[in-house]
């Protein structure tokens, strides 16, 4: 089981996505932005960070990377996509997820030990918590409000694709206390807190985020 | 006699309903700075683009294909495509304004020099 992480130039979490896909037991494949080629892996995770200095707008200008054309291609076709942050950022603007994530409303960077409910179990990455789960997963990032209009977000609560939900407070803004969303396959997930920080106690106040890396084992065998 | 260059704006702006936090720290400014009176501000961004030769109506219609790909997100942001000095009317922005501040600009460039 091959999971693929990209890096973008400014990418900062690939390292740490990598380390937590090994610990969840795949081999991690590191993926070049500026390669067509996504090396035969089963899975794909876009990581956090500011690709491309987030010019334009965060995700705008990394949607058109050689590799996007391939990830784009594969996600059509039932590959797992997860895209954390940034990576949320870039499949938002790839139109493979609806909506898009603009500043905080709050105007100021954030980074915190975040509570949020698993509300969707059924996606290629979230199969492994249980559902209505809450968890700890950390929040660090400046453009993390999810905005959308008032029919797709009624479609994404309605078709039960809001994955994650901020609870104990919203931290950015986002529209509906929306932290993460899925595709209509369930197959692509963008959620702006970063699961890849808290597989380790040493370094995260949980492991709680390691559930994502091993639900796609599971989703691939 | 060099080859004309024509410029095309864009000219990018949250929709309506999307929260403008940016706008939002500029009107804010404002206040604290003293210029009362203003209801709102919005923030966006223009696009200067200089093509090589004429602005025909095929290559403004390019540039409006390159506004939409690339230069906005049509899920929150709407656009306006307008020919500057060019030979093709387009687009909703009217030019007038747009010029008039222009040769201001020009002319306070020339006054520094």
């Known amino acids: 089981m091959k999971v693929g992480v990209v890096t973008f130039p400014g990418s900062l979490d690939d390292v740490d996505a990598r380390r937590a896909a090994t610990l969840a037991g795949a081999e991690a494949v590191a993926l070049w932005h500026g390669d067509a080629d996504l090396r035969e892996v089963d899975a794909v995770v876009l990581p956090g960070g500011f ?24 996600a059509r076709e039932g590959l797992p996509v997860l895209g954390i942050c940034n990576g949320f950022q870039v499949l938002c603007e790839s139109h493979l ?29 979230t199969n492994g918590y249980d559902a209505g789960q809450e968890v700890t997963i950390v929040l660090k990032n400046q453009d993390g409000g999810f905005v959308a209009d008032d029919e797709t977000l009624d479609m ?12 104990d407070g919203n931290p950015n ?5 929306i932290a993460g969303i899925t595709n209509e396959r369930g197959n692509v997930v963008g959620l702006m807190p970063h699961p890849e920080h ?8 949980s492991t709680d985020g390691l559930t994502f890396f091993t639900s796609v084992l599971k989703a691939t065998v | 006699m060099s080859t004309p260059r024509a410029r095309v704006v864009v000219d990018v702006m ?12 500029v009107h804010g400014a404002f206040g604290r700075l003293g210029f009362d009176g203003v209801a709102d501000v919005r923030q966006g961004k223009r696009f200067e683009i200089t093509l090589d030769g004429e602005a025909t109506e095929e290559r403004v219609a390019e540039i409006r294909k390159a506004a939409e790909t690339l230069l906005a997100n049509p899920v929150i942001e709407d656009f306006a495509v307008h020919v500057e000095n060019g030979s093709v009317e387009d687009g909703p922005v009217e030019d007038g304004p747009v010029e008039s501040v222009d040769e201001e600009a020009e002319q306070v460039e020339e006054t520094v020099r």
């Not at chain 1, 705008?60 to 054309?69: G, T």
């Not at chain 1, 994404?156 to 609870?167: M, Q, S």
């Open chain 1, 51 to 74: 690709s491309y200095g987030d010019y334009l707008r965060a995700g705008a200008i990394s949607r058109f990377a050689p590799v996007m054309e391939k990830v784009i291609e594969g």
């Open chain 1, 97 to 125: 997820l609806p909506g898009a994530l603009i500043k905080n409303d709050h105007r100021k960077f954030i980074c915190k030990d975040q509570r949020l409910r698993i509300e969707n179990n059924g996606t290629s990455w």
């Open chain 1, 156 to 167: 994404l609560e309605g078709e039960g694709r809001v994955v994650a939900r901020y609870v």
């Open chain 1, 173 to 177: 803004g986002s529209y509906r206390d």
């Open chain 1, 198 to 205: 808290c597989v380790d106690t040493l370094t995260g106040p």
């Open chain 2, 14 to 25: 949250l929709k309506p309903e999307i929260l403008d936090p940016q706008g939002k720290a």
